[in-house]
């Protein structure tokens, strides 16, 4: 039962500290005076990508005795993050061109108008 407690905590800390963030963004990019759009893409990005880029930092710096192991959980949280982001895309997108097109379906790109 300790580790429902636990698990639902850190759920609560979770969900008020992305409030607290997201706050402080539209708060930033009012005084920078910049528009959502950039604010969102970039320091959100930077804010968001954060977790993923110090696991392997501190697995390399501050992690078990074993550095053999400590080297295996970076490259894992190196290589890991990227390739399960663009097969989480690769299938997103296909589930919408098959809702779309179907199986059967062309594509058709349409060429710009200020190409000839």
Known sequence: MNLYIQLFASLIIIVIAAEIFTNALE???ERLKISEGVTGSLFAAVGTAMPESMIPILALLAG???QELNE?????????????????ALCLMAQSALR???L??????????NQT
């Open 27 to 29: 708060h930033l990019g």
């Open 72 to 88: 295996e959980i970076g490259v894992g949280a190196i290589l890991g993050a990227p390739l399960m982001l663009s097969t989480v």
């Open 104 to 113: 059967s379906g062309e594509l058709n790109p349409v060429r710009p108008k």
């Open 100 to 102: 779309k097109r179907g």
């Open 64 to 66: 078990t005795e074993n």
